[in-house]
């Protein structure tokens, strides 16, 4: 084992170690990025061109004139950052106006809180398919979902299992504007509804799994005497307000919001975007602005600060970008190193259906960036074409690829992990048991599942 190799290990693990010690993104990714651009030396040339071409982004001069690509960190930005803002401004008028707990309360007052776990599944999946990011949505879904468990005495734990296996569910599902859904469009010529099949067979085996294991699992959990204990901290006022429901949205046109969304991500795939007028990323975007002008417009009255919440919703999109940006950053760098090669050569050359190897290959990414989307990014960007010229259909790579994204990526150097866990008042300790089966075991299933259909589907 050479030095470049021990350093881009080391650099993997301190990655993981660091995060979870409680270490910011940004400082651990680049810290990781230096040790590995040190370790690999000469085979990345010199030091300062590779960090500024490989890290940053930043095109260098060739040896034979021109200049290489823009990739890294000012490649992700430059490429996601409009959609991930949208998709931030969309959710942050959602979550002010109220009009995302007005969903949840509404669908909580229609089913019970004893069906806690359900009614959090489907708050949260609704909203993440309507373009709202993981980030700002355990935000709008949280406040009620944590008065239900009060009620139900359903141990926390089940209400971070609920959330996070919901956001992983809908990264596979067909039409939806999420990042995770737009990527491989890029880099395949496919569009949104690509692969609608396999998708669909593998949101519902992945829905259904997920539920069946946090319900089964709560009453045993109940049954050996764990109950919800209340974190004064992060759920006092929340449960003091008993969900509350006033002054804010009614609950049918706050869903028509999301609903929307997704209407017309689907109406721009098939009349924009196959026209050739925008691309996939652009048209999602334009979708997200116009859906947030009719939450602004139909919900006014409960933002009296409009240009204040626009504010605040375009500024925290910018914080996942660049959070995002980093991990891609460093899993850029990593790229160009002799383990990675290897690593790429072993997936590639698996004795097996290219399906399968896209799930390994996605999967290993994404654990090694911690970032579902900087494994998705990656993996389009050196693997993508390989996997077309041997055959395989692009639609249905897509969508395998964009399942296979929610798989690794949850380890606990998960930003989004963390930041949920301290955001629902828990911790790693009682919750990362059961966020690890619905976000890592059932998901890994759910992606085979369809590595699988896809095979078959390829065959007949």
Known sequence: ???????????????????????????????????????????????????QNYFLGVPVPLPGGGYSQTSGLTGFVAANMFV?????????????????????????KRFGAKNAILITMVATAILIAGGISAFVCMYAVFPLAVVLFHQADIPRKYLLGSYWCAVFVCVGLPGVPTVHNIVPSEYLGTDVMAGPVVGLICTAFAFTADYLFLTISCKRAKARGEHFVVNPETDGVQIQADGGGENMPAFLPSLLAPAMAVFLCILSNYTLVRAGICSTNNAVSFVLIVVTLYCLVAFGRFLPKKMETVTNGIQSGLVPVFLVAFVVAFGNVVTHTELYANIVDFALNLDMSPYFSAVLSVNILAGITASGLGGLQIFMASCAQHFVELGVNPGLLHRVAAMSAAGLDSLPNNGSIVTSLKIMGSDFKESYGVIFVVTVVITIAASSLGAAVATILTIL
């Open 84 to 108: 991930i803002v949208t998709g931030s401004l969309f959710g942050a008028v959602m979550a002010e106006s109220g009009a995302a707990k007005s969903i949840a309360i509404g669908l909580g």
């Open 1 to 51: 084992m050479n030095m470049g190799t021990i350093g881009t290990l080391t650099a993997l693990i301190l990655l993981v170690v660091l995060v979870y010690k409680g270490w910011g993104v940004i400082q651990t990714s680049f810290l990781a990025a230096l040790i590995v651009i040190l370790t690999n030396g000469p085979a990345m040339g010199n030091f300062f061109d590779a960090f």
